[in-house]
């Protein structure tokens, strides 16, 4: 399951911080066909990643500095992810990275249940020893990740490969939307796994346990989105990411 405790937030104005989103420009630099496709994987990803945390507002300039880009595409990408959700352009405030509220976190993990439970039943016939013992790998390498960013991509891998099993390429892409919508408060609020975690599903797949499975799930999406809505309650992002 999941324990959690809140962290400070905004390191983006650091030297460190800066750093940081020099490598992720670096990396995402010359990969892409259009400048606007550059700048908006740049912002995506920052978001995601925790960097520009929830209720941040993001200064055009910077970005545009980073990338070594003019604010045109900037402004163009930025309105393609409020479509997206992730921020919000404000008449007279610019704009800020969206701040979800217990009740859509709720909703989130509501699909997820919904859409993930659906996934592993259809992956169940399709798993191979092989396969096992590669998800055993990521999941005893979730369960010795001392960095919370390094768990969580392994977990994003793990869920991948499981998932793509089932054959389901529109179910697997709204289920990789959502739980990309939520991954930046589990590394704001630095929602960790309890020692165990997820060698608990493991075990019922080893054993073919379908209902076990799909009940291990959704205890474990179930008490995330608790403690994800009550953390959000009680600590402030948007205050978090004016400071």
């Not at 919000?88 to 699909?111: C, F, K, M, N, W």
């Not at 990521?138 to 054959?167: C, N, P, Q, T, V």
Request: aromatic share 4%; with cysteine.
């Amino acid at each position: 399951m999941a324990k959690a405790k809140c962290a400070a937030a905004d390191n983006s104005h650091s030297a460190a911080g800066k750093e940081v989103l020099d490598q992720l420009a670096q990396s995402v630099r010359g990969t892409f066909q259009t400048v606007e496709d550059m700048t908006q994987t740049f912002i995506r990803e920052a978001i995601l990643q925790g960097h520009f945390p929830p209720g941040q507002r993001l200064n055009l300039d910077n970005i545009a500095a980073t990338l070594g880009v003019s604010r045109m595409p900037v402004r163009a990408s930025l309105r393609q992810l409020e479509g997206e959700g992730l921020v919000r352009i404000h008449a007279h405030r610019g704009v800020t990275v969206s701040v979800l509220q217990p009740d859509e976190i709720a909703e989130i993990y509501e699909l997820r249940i919904l859409l993930e439970t659906y996934l592993l039943e259809r992956a169940m016939p399709h798993l191979t020893e092989e396969i096992l013992r590669d998800l055993r790998k990521s999941a005893e390498a979730m369960e010795a990740a001392d960095d919370l960013a390094d768990g969580l991509e392994i977990r994003k891998g793990f869920y991948e490969k499981l998932y793509a099993l089932a054959e389901r390429p529109r179910a697997l892409a709204e289920a990789k939307h959502l739980r990309g919508s939520v991954g930046r408060y589990l590394l704001l609020l630095r929602v960790t796994e309890e020692h165990g975690g997820h060698l608990g599903l493991l075990s019922h797949l080893e054993k073919g346990d379908l209902e076990g499975g799909k009940t291990w799930l959704r205890d474990h999406l179930s008490h995330v989105s608790e403690e994800l809505q009550k953390l959000v309650s009680e600590n402030d992002p948007a205050a978090a990411g004016a400071r």
